[in-house]
């Protein structure tokens, strides 16, 4: 089994910066990491993507201003957001696909609001 196990959310007024953790533990096996997010009355999103070689995805809502980077020994991946905005607002789930077996796994969430 694989758990999942976010930090860094918080408030933080526009113009700011965070930054997100995400701890995998278990059988993670090659994977790719990842955050995602899900605004009040809103679909669940793509923010960014990290494979273990390090190749990177950005939704282009986030390009140039968050960066998504992962330490392969730490089985950690962190999401740095900077100029952040009210509209990045939501809860930010972290998620783990693991090749073998084409599992997906999910943390719980960790709440961003940007506000004045």
């Known amino acids: 089994q694989v758990q999942l196990v976010e930090s860094g959310g918080g408030l933080v007024q526009p113009g700011g910066s965070l930054r997100l953790s995400c701890a995998a533990s278990?059988?993670?096996?090659?994977?790719?990491m990842g955050w995602y997010r899900q605004a009040p009355g809103k679909e669940r999103e793509l923010v960014a993507t990290?494979?273990?070689?390090?190749?990177?995805n950005y939704a282009d809502s986030v390009k140039g201003r968050f960066t998504i980077s992962r330490d392969n020994a730490k089985n950690t991946v962190y999401l740095q957001m900077n100029s952040l905005k009210p509209e990045d607002t939501a809860v930010y789930y972290c998620n783990l696909h693991r090749f073998f077996g084409a599992m997906d796994y999910w943390g719980k969430g960790t709440l961003v609001t940007v506000s004045s």
């Open positions: 990290i494979a273990s070689g390090g190749s990177t």
């Open positions: 278990g059988s993670i096996g090659f994977n790719v």
